[in-house]
């Protein structure tokens, strides 16, 4: 195995992860894991797919994330991840699946209407 690349995607965000056999070091944009996503519950969502598998520390993780916000950055290297480790693994898709890792989330944010302040306010309503 020399080195998996893949790709995930949330809302606007598009993450490239590479992973290669190494000791389980994740950088994020030439930062550090934990240098790029401060809060413990955006950190569990990039380590899921490994925690899940019992991979914790055994590959190392490239990560380039652009787009979006910092919650659908991390949901964005969750989903290239999990689809990294199936493709190493194929029995990694087992304990992947029924988690809904491997689904890519197809909500968007809904586009402004013309002459209303946003996507979903209502019009005037006037009863006369």
Same mark, same amino acid.
């Given at each position: 195995?020399?080195?998996?690349?893949?790709?995930?995607?949330?809302?606007?965000?598009?993450? =490239?992860?590479? $992973? *290669?056999?190494?000791?389980?070091? &994740?950088?994020?944009? %030439? #930062?550090?894991?934990?240098?790029?996503?401060?809060?413990?519950?955006?950190?569990?969502?990039?380590?899921?797919?490994?925690?899940?598998?019992?991979?914790?520390?055994?590959?190392?993780?490239?990560?380039?994330?652009?787009?979006?916000?910092?919650?659908?950055?991390?949901?964005?290297? =969750?989903?290239? $991840? *999990?689809?990294?480790?199936?493709? &190493?693994?194929?029995? %990694? #898709?087992?304990?992947?699946?029924?988690?809904?890792?491997?689904?890519?989330?197809?909500?968007?944010?809904?586009?402004?209407?013309?002459?209303?302040?946003?996507?979903?306010?209502?019009?005037?309503?006037?009863?006369?």
């Amino acid at each position: 195995m020399d080195v998996v690349h893949k790709i995930g995607r949330r809302k606007t965000a598009v993450a =490239r992860v590479y $992973l *290669s056999k190494g000791k389980g070091s &994740i950088s994020v944009n %030439n #930062r550090d894991l934990a240098e790029y996503f401060p809060t413990a519950t955006l950190q569990y969502k990039v380590k899921q797919p490994f925690s899940l598998t019992g991979n914790d520390d055994a590959f190392d993780v490239k990560v380039n994330v652009y787009g979006g916000g910092i919650t659908g950055q991390a949901e964005a290297i =969750r989903l290239a $991840l *999990s689809r990294a480790l199936c493709e &190493i693994d194929e029995e %990694n #898709r087992q304990t992947l699946k029924p988690e809904g890792l491997l689904t890519r989330d197809p909500r968007m944010v809904e586009r402004k209407k013309y002459g209303q302040k946003k996507a979903r306010k209502k019009f005037q309503f006037s009863k006369r």
